[in-house]
């Protein structure tokens, strides 16, 4: 199936150290003829050249965008896929991106597994939800949105559930890192309609990325 006359690609990349990682990635693949973003306050970015559009958006909305068909391709955390369960393909793990989804507590909470009730502060519901119903506790999730690591020391939760890369924050805050829960990394999606209406261009970038 030949693609819409004129059309071309677009894809939605969260804003952040992920998207410098993506467009590195993508430049090394010559899937971008640039390495890096202007820095300016751009969030839409041509790239006539590979004939491609970059869509700058927070990174819990990269695949909302992708799954209503706004953007063909993004880029995004697993965690974030696992917990928003979308519809949308995953054609490739992608060599960068990656940490782990853990639990933490500060000092003062060290005793939390022993609890019969605990409160659980997280940006992950319902990925936090099921590992502590795995585990058997009696639990309540607190949803936040801000700095997971305040949490906490300010005695809102008495364990936290979010992303670690090197533990550097859970160090500078005082917080010990507790069992894991699952790893993650970079994630290319695609828009299942983008495969048939585009399939010539999307099956190009794919080979550009080596992908079987």
């Known amino acids: ?25 993508l430049h090394s693949r010559k899937l971008s003829s640039f390495s890096e973003f202007p820095s300016n306050r751009k969030l839409i970015f041509n790239d006539p ?37 979308y519809d949308v393909f995953i054609p490739a793990e992608l060599p ?28 992950y519901p319902k990925l936090a939800s099921k590992y502590f119903f795995d585990q058997g506790f009696n639990f309540q999730i607190i949803e936040l949105y801000g700095s997971i ?8 939760a008495d364990v936290i559930v979010d992303l670690v890369s090197t ?17 993650s990394s970079a994630r290319l999606i695609l828009n299942p309609g983008s495969y048939f209406l585009k399939r010539d261009l999307v099956q190009s970038f794919l080979n550009k990325l080596s992908i079987e």
């Open 149 to 156: 690591e305040i949490a906490p020391l300010t005695g809102i």
């Open 1 to 25: 199936m030949k693609p819409p006359k004129g059309a071309s690609l677009r894809i939605a990349l969260p804003k952040g150290r992920m998207s410098e990682e993506s467009i590195a990635y």
């Open 96 to 123: 960068f991106g990656k940490c782990s989804l853990c639990t933490a507590y500060s000092e003062q909470h060290k005793d939390w597994q022993s609890k019969k009730n605990i409160r659980v502060a997280t940006k």
């Open 167 to 183: 533990g550097q924050t859970l160090q500078e805050n005082n917080l010990v890192q507790g069992p894991k829960i699952m790893e």
């Open 49 to 85: 050249e590979k004939n491609i559009e970059y869509v700058l958006v927070r990174s819990k909305d990269v695949a909302t965008y992708v799954e209503h068909g706004s953007c063909d391709f993004g880029i995004i955390g697993y965690d974030l896929l696992v917990e928003g369960q």
